[in-house]
């Protein structure tokens, strides 16, 4: 680890701490915290821990790094999932609803963009990195908009990051771009500060066989987002028409 947040200085990277399964998790999450404790500093976020928003824990676990980040003095950064291991962690610490994850997944979103957490004033609340990871479109639709209000009124501290997987609701993080534009075009035209929206795509590494099962795997794992990349595929068709007329058009 010492080698890789060395080379990760050197190139201004970030490392992305991933989740595993909860018998494991205990332990990444104490290192994980050292390792902000000791190089997420002085506003720099080098070091991001996960957060799987379908385990009961979830809220819990997110207060207390706040704590830790808010009295420690050090800055908290992490990715927000829904999580992975459903058929592998116990289900007695998972929702018992699909529903219970998203309202989990989408609460902790509105909290932290709106600095409401309990036992941290908001005027006290601290810097944070926040990366929204997911394929849903609900989710993502409720950060834009959350964020896009925040931005008119001059309160919004927290500007979110967004991640996918590469070649899954492609179509969703262009959105979120498009919807970006737009928000800074009216936030330009009131005289207020414009926000950036990032969006990151994860990509494999690695031989043929390793990327296919590991995109076999986020396929099964992820049905709905392999579902809407058939609208997708529809969305890329007629984009492809509209330029194909238009420039025999101009012809």
């Known amino acids: ?18 989740a595993e399964h909860d018998k494991f998790q205990h332990t990444i999450d104490r290192w994980t915290i050292d390792l902000m404790r000791r190089h997420n500093r002085n506003g720099k976020m080098l070091i991001y821990n996960t957060i799987q928003a379908y385990l009961k824990n979830a809220r819990q676990k997110v207060e207390h790094h706040l704590q830790l980040a808010h009295t420690e003095g050090w800055t908290l950064a992490f990715k927000l999932v829904r999580g992975a291991y459903i058929a592998q962690d116990p289900r007695h610490i998972i929702h018992d609803t699909k529903d219970q994850t998203d309202d989990c997944y989408n609460s902790i979103t509105r909290d932290l963009l709106t600095s409401n957490m309990p036992g941290i004033p908001r005027s006290e609340f601290p810097s944070i990195g926040l990366l929204l990871a997911g394929h849903n479109t609900e989710s993502v639709e409720k950060a834009t908009s ?23 609701s492609d179509s969703l993080g262009c959105r979120i771009l498009q919807d970006s534009e737009a928000m800074n075009k009216e936030l330009a035209s009131m005289g207020k500060r414009v926000v950036s929206l990032k969006v990151y795509k994860a990509t494999p590494w690695g031989s043929v066989q390793e990327c ?16 809407r990349m058939r609208d997708g595929m529809r969305e890329l068709a007629a984009e492809l028409r509209r330029r194909i007329v238009g420039r025999l058009w101009r012809r």
């Open 212 to 227: 296919m099962q590991y995109l076999i795997r986020r396929a099964v794992e992820n049905r709905a987002a392999t579902e």
């Open 1 to 18: 680890m010492g080698r890789i947040i060395d080379r990760a200085l050197a190139q201004n990277a970030r490392i992305f701490v991933d």
């Open 146 to 168: 959350l964020v896009r209000e925040l931005a008119r009124k001059g309160t919004l501290r927290t500007v979110p990051e967004f991640g996918q997987l590469q070649g899954m």
